[in-house]
């Protein structure tokens, strides 16, 4: 009887193999099975980061066609990062704060720092880029907020995955399109405005979909509402391709996703490479 060994010579080729050896064929022994509505709720973080996106483009050309004033931009983002602050802490209750030990001085102190620096920077950034030509700026700006929207952490390990490059991406693109403003304030606001969509926005985001889902994709759902309306009023046309990209993001593709897990057919057996799972650390010491 053939016997899985190498010490004993036996009267079977190098390559034999019974009927038993097909006993251990195992088939989408790791696979994840996904809902449907688990994934709809995941994708819920691609849909607000191009509702982002397509915000913070349509405010900067509000600005810039003079339909939009910086006081007014700059008021109502007061406003709402107020409205955002009280709501970071009452959906926990204060206990993320509590755990991490920072006080509302402090968040009180950097925001008077940031600002006051970019309001003293504001006439360096709108004459920064005075020697580059205006194509050459809307190609940066659209290159570095595909990046951005690339490289955002939407929840996924992986090493495509960056943080800070994702919202270093989204700054230098929001200082290329300030600087083609008309004032140094309206590049101030925009800078301003832009750390909020992309560095604050986010982390609100994050912890209602932790804390409140159901709070969370009703604001997803007002949210891509509202940059509709704001697209519609400057194109029709992309506001229904805009529309049409949410819908084929938070329901089609999860559909595809569903429908191709059904044809998902990897086979693990006697065959697959040796893996060590015992600790092996004492031996590198």
């Known amino acids: ?22 006993e251990e064929l195992r088939k989408n022994v790791h696979a994840r099975q996904y809902r449907y509505q688990a994934v709809v709720f995941q994708s819920g973080a691609v849909v607000q980061q191009l509702c982002s996106v397509c915000v913070f483009v349509l405010t900067w050309w509000y600005m810039d066609a003079g339909m939009l004033s910086p006081q007014g931009l700059f008021g109502a983002a007061l406003v709402s990062s107020l409205l955002g602050y009280v709501l970071f802490d009452a959906v926990d209750g204060g206990a993320g704060r509590w755990a991490s030990g920072r006080t509302r001085w402090a968040d009180l102190k950097s925001t008077l720092v940031f600002a006051a620096f970019t309001y003293g920077f504001s006439p360096v950034l709108k004459t920064l880029t005075e020697s580059i030509s205006t194509d050459t700026i809307y190609a940066m700006s659209a290159l570095m907020l595909l990046g951005h929207l ?5 929840g996924a390990n ?18 290329c399109l ?12 925009m800078v301003t405005f832009a750390m909020q969509m992309f560095a604050l926005w986010p ?32 194109s029709s046309v992309g ?19 569903i429908r191709l897990q059904l044809h998902k057919d990897n086979i693990h057996g006697p065959w697959d490479e040796a893996e060590i799972k015992e600790d092996l650390s004492r031996f590198l010491m």
Not at 1 to 22: G, S, T
Not at 205 to 229: D, E, I, N, S
Request: hydrophobic content about 55%; glycine content about 2%; aromatic content about 12%.
């Open 1 to 22: 009887r053939w016997q899985k060994v190498l010490y004993e010579r036996q009267p079977f080729p190098d390559n034999y193999v019974d009927q038993r050896f097909l």
């Open 150 to 154: 690339i490289f955002f952490d939407y």
């Open 239 to 257: 506001a229904v391709l805009f529309a049409s990209l949410l819908l084929a993001i938070s329901c089609l593709c999860p559909y595809c996703l």
């Open 158 to 175: 992986a090493a495509i995955v960056s943080s800070t490059l994702s919202l270093n991406m989204a700054i230098f693109a929001s200082v």
């Open 178 to 189: 300030a600087s083609r403003l008309p004032r140094a304030l309206h590049a101030f606001v």
């Open 203 to 234: 982390m609100l985001q994050k912890k209602l979909k932790a804390r409140t889902p159901r709070c969370y994709v009703g604001v997803t759902v007002l949210f891509a509402l509202a940059a509709l309306a704001g697209l519609a009023t400057v």
